[in-house]
């Protein structure tokens, strides 16, 4: 008799968490309509900048303050952590990305940003929300509300992140290297979404495998020798060494990994000269590099070295003069894997809740990357689930801005409130099923 009593309370607690979720959606709108409106323009106004998130940071911890969570903040910077312990159980991370971007803000919103900000290098820069984070920590307060209001619904311990620096590929591992996982509960989850512009409103995305891309940010400095631009006989012109440079790597991905492997080398940036008629005596190159594979990210970064080496050679660039190529410490992420048995678990949580026509299931056409990934790393034992929500209005979605540009726009209300109802169902969902199975066990 006594060893029915951990699946007796499991059923009871899988009635209540069924209850609680009946009323999930109305009381989602409720707050949107009450809180969570107010709180997105409010965030979308005041954007700051990667590792310059002191006001924003400072605003979300006492949102989610208010629901009763322990929150801790200025990890890894200014990373918030809270805590909502609620019982015997696993524990899962939730984490929203907190930092705009060094963008003028042009989508004739009432609400645009006017903000300007120092940022990290010492330059004062205009500053927008152009990738939806705004919409990501104004659904984690929503989130941290209806988990806070549904206790009885769940069991174990819950974790929110609001993590600083995501758009320089840095913030999760700072928050890791400030003891995340040491520190506070070790999720057996972790748990996000992105708002997206080319998926339409009231759809979601939920991959089985992978999400995002790595990505590598690397400069390279090309070195010669200064002269008149009319004598380019007398120098070493270190313009056309760059420019050589620039396409050659394009022969790193159509000559060097398999033709059905995927592959990024984009040069971002060049700068290098002064005037008409003089040949300076320095470049400085800024690239990024995708992969899906860690072998390929090897190859392609392998082959930025061997590149910038041999074309300097070919046009006679002495030893001391061959350029230097650094590969980020810090902006730097593997790609982001979703964990394929949890991710097909919250596929038929979503289809249970929205039915099947919620799914956005269309191929992936572009190499973006997500920090996101250091969470979830297969070191880490972390069970993770990255998902995507539609922000653009079907009618809109031919001419929808992309993400990183002064128009882009996304539909707040319905974004928000998708992918706050989905975070709780999938926080709830996990909660429930893994106390299941450890029901079932003892």
């Not at 050679?313 to 593997?334: D, F, I, M, W």
């Not at 790393?377 to 995507?388: I, L």
């Not at 653009?392 to 929808?400: C, F, K």
């Amino acid at each position: 008799m006594l060893r029915n009593i951990p699946i007796f309370f499991l059923l009871l607690l899988s009635s209540v968490a069924l209850l609680a979720q009946d009323n999930l959606r109305q009381s989602v709108a409720a707050d949107y309509e009450q809180n969570l409106h107010e709180l997105f323009v409010h965030f979308h106004e005041n954007p700051e900048l990667s590792h310059r998130e002191f006001k924003t940071s400072k605003r979300l911890a006492d949102e989610i303050r208010a629901f009763g969570f322990a929150v801790t903040e200025g990890v890894g910077g200014t990373g918030v952590v809270a805590v909502l312990e609620n019982g015997a159980g696993p524990v899962i991370m939730i984490r929203a990305d907190m930092d705009g971007l060094p963008v003028q803000e042009d989508s004739g919103l009432a609400y645009a940003s006017q903000a300007r900000q120092e940022d990290i290098d010492g330059a004062v820069k205009p500053v927008m929300h152009a990738c939806g984070h705004d919409t990501h920590i104004t659904s984690l307060v929503g989130t941290a509300r209806q988990m806070a209001e549904r206790r009885d619904a769940w069991s174990g311990t819950l974790v929110l992140i609001g993590q600083p620096a995501e758009e320089r590929i840095s913030g999760a591992r700072r928050m890791l290297e400030d003891g995340l996982y040491e520190r506070f509960p070790k999720p057996d989850y972790a748990l996000a979404f992105h708002v997206t512009a080319p998926i339409p409103v009231g759809k979601l995305s939920i991959p089985t495998g992978i999400v995002a891309s790595s990505s590598d940010s690397v400069d390279i400095t090309v070195h010669g020798v200064g002269t008149h631009g009319a004598s380019p006989h007398q120098g070493i012109d270190p313009v056309l060494v760059a420019s050589q440079i620039v396409v050659s790597l394009q022969s790193v991905v159509s000559r060097t990994i398999a033709p059905q492997q995927a592959g990024v080398i984009t040069v971002g940036a060049i700068h290098g000269g002064s005037k008409h008629n003089i040949i300076g005596d320095r470049v400085d190159m800024q690239l990024t590099v995708r992969s899906n594979d860690p072998a390929v990210r090897e190859a392609l970064l392998a082959g930025i070295d061997r590149v910038a080496l041999g074309v300097a050679q070919s046009l006679g660039v002495p030893e001391e003069l061959l350029p230097e190529v650094k590969r980020s410490a810090t902006e730097t992420t593997p790609p982001t894997i979703n964990d394929r048995a949890s991710a097909e678990k919250l596929r038929a949580v979503m289809t249970d809740a929205f039915g099947t026509e919620v799914f956005w299931d269309a191929p992936r056409e572009g190499m973006g990357a997500e920090d996101f990934a250091y969470f979830v790393t297969p070191e880490s034992g972390v069970r993770g689930v990255y998902f995507a929500v539609g922000g653009t209005m079907p009618e809109d979605l031919d001419n929808a801005a992309s993400h990183h540009s002064p128009f882009f726009r996304i539909e707040p209300e319905p974004a928000i409130k998708l992918g706050t109802e989905a975070m709780v169902r999938a926080a709830l969902a996990l909660f429930n099923d893994a106390g299941e199975q450890i029901a079932v066990v003892d």
